[in-house]
T-cell receptor
């Protein structure tokens, strides 16, 4: 009974390539997030969508473009990958953009750029 | 923006001893403080949370205290067990422009020595 799933789990690619990570949640939540966790384990929010609408867009290079086709899916496309993009990317979801709710995280996608 | 500081960055305790992790936040408007546990290679998962109208909350061996005046909150784990070994993240959250924004601390790596 997967709540928040991500594909792929591992992604190894070369500098300059373009790649996508997909996220799906079956919890009926209306808000989804992308986080980046670097090698020091810092968790930094990148984007948040509520009902397919972008509500948080932190200072992220415009090579990163999120896309939410519906409220159960939030994908992340990365253009012109750089070495510094290597990290674990977590998708998360919560019920309601307000109301201070628990976030449910996906299993993460470990991206390695060589 | 919100700034959350977390200490210590690493913590080693003997099995059966207590562990305390402390966090401070900067934005007095923050009103929800979750704690997440991340085991090695796994996703962060909520273990306990506290809202600003509560000073203390306990769940079995885990307790969290909040001091709104001083803007700090702490996680207490009693009778630690090897399975408590993980990275723990504190976070501060508030409603911001109609959405919830969560800022994570830098994490504490807890090692429980059998």
């Amino acid at each position: 009974d997967t709540a928040v799933s991500q594909t792929p789990k591992y992604l190894v690619t070369q500098m300059g390539n373009d790649k996508s990570i997909k996220c799906e949640q079956n919890l009926g939540h209306d808000t989804m997030y992308w986080y980046k966790q670097d090698s020091k384990k810092f968790l930094k929010i990148m984007f948040s969508y509520n009902n397919k609408e972008l509500i948080i867009n932190e200072t992220v290079p415009n090579r990163f473009s999120p896309k939410s086709p519906d409220k159960a899916h939030l994908n992340l496309h990365i253009n012109s990958l750089e070495l510094g993009d290597s990290a674990v990317y977590f998708c998360a979801s919560s019920q309601g953009s307000t109301g201070l709710r628990e976030q449910y995280f996906g299993p993460g996608t470990r991206l390695t750029v060589t | 923006g919100e700034n959350v500081e977390q200490h210590p960055s690493t913590l080693s305790v003997q099995e059966g001893d207590s562990a305390v992790i402390k966090c401070t936040y900067s934005d007095s408007a923050s009103n929800y403080f979750p704690w997440y546990k991340q085991e090695l290679g796994k996703r962060p998962q909520l273990i306990i949370d506290i809202r600003s109208n509560v000073g203390e909350k306990k769940d079995q061996r885990i307790a969290v205290t909040l001091n709104k005046t001083a803007k700090h909150f702490s996680l207490h784990i009693t009778e630690t067990q090897p399975e408590d070994s993980a990275v723990y993240f504190c976070a501060a959250s508030k409603d911001s422009g109609g959405y919830q924004k969560v800022t994570f601390g830098t994490g504490t790596k807890l090692q429980v020595i059998p």
